[in-house]
């Protein structure tokens, strides 16, 4: 079983940061592409960044230039760091990952329970 634990959520006003991480455990075998969703109400889950396991990144044109995704492959963590805040990046975000597991051939997408982000105008 794998789980995906995010931390870092929370309130804050605009024009400031936050920093989510999602740690994998379980039985991994390997981790390919992890990610950072988001869901406001009311609306679809859109992806914010994403970041292949070579380190390839790519991010969601209302982020760029603010918001910077990063991994370290040794704690099996993936980072988002959100800068210059605004009200509409207020969501649910969510932590996603395609990892393989011990014993498969092939890797699942797996997601975090989600934290939230509330950015105060």
């Known amino acids: 079983q794998v789980q995906l634990v995010e931390s870092g959520g929370g309130l804050v006003q605009a024009g400031g940061s936050l920093r989510l991480s999602c740690a994998a455990s379980?039985?991994?075998?390997?981790?390919?592409?992890m990610g950072w969703y988001r869901q406001a109400p009311g609306k679809q889950r859109e992806l914010v960044a994403a970041?292949?396991?070579?380190?390839?990144?790519n991010y969601a044109d209302s982020v760029k230039g603010r918001f910077t995704i990063s991994r370290d492959n040794a704690k099996s963590t993936v980072y988002l760091q959100m800068n210059s805040l605004k009200p509409e990046d207020t969501a649910v975000y969510y932590c996603?990952?395609?990892?393989?597991?011990?014993?498969?051939?092939?890797?699942?997408?797996?997601w975090g329970q989600g934290t939230q982000v509330t950015v105060s105008s």
């Open positions: 379980g039985s991994i075998f390997s981790i390919n592409a």
């Open positions: 996603n990952a395609v990892i393989r597991t011990t014993g498969s051939v092939r890797g699942n997408d797996y």
């Open positions: 970041i292949t396991g070579g380190g390839d990144r």
